[in-house]
């Protein structure tokens, strides 16, 4: 069983900024891409960004220069920070993470329940 948990969404003002955290727990031999996605109300999931094991990141073209990913492999740990955030960055955000378990020979996608960011204007 694999769970992954995310932290430190809420209300924030624009211009503000959070970090989120997502963390991976159970039996994982190995992560390798971690990744953060977003869904707005009546809106698909889309992605905001995305990290190697090696720290190579890509971003949407929205959230560049204003998020950065970054990962802490000893704690399976993956966090977004959102800085000058804008109403449009409003959504539920989900923590992605390929994970490969003891028992199973391949990666397999896991997705955290989400947190909500809402951007006041």
């Known amino acids: 069983q694999v769970q992954l948990v995310e932290s430190g969404g809420g209300l924030v003002q624009t211009g503000g900024s959070l970090t989120l955290s997502c963390a991976a727990s159970?039996?994982?031999?190995?992560?390798?891409?971690m990744g953060w996605y977003r869904q707005a109300p009546g809106k698909q999931r889309e992605l905001v960004a995305r990290?190697?094991?090696?720290?190579?990141?890509n971003y949407a073209d929205s959230v560049k220069g204003r998020f950065t990913i970054s990962r802490d492999n000893r704690k399976n740990t993956v966090y977004l920070q959102m800085n000058s955030l804008k109403p449009e960055d409003t959504a539920v955000y989900y923590c992605?993470?390929?994970?490969?378990?003891?028992?199973?020979?391949?990666?397999?996608?896991?997705w955290g329940q989400g947190t909500q960011v809402t951007v006041s204007s």
């Open positions: 992605n993470a390929d994970i490969k378990r003891y028992s199973v020979s391949s990666y397999y996608a896991s």
């Open positions: 159970g039996s994982i031999f190995s992560i390798n891409d």
């Open positions: 990290i190697t094991r090696g720290s190579k990141t």
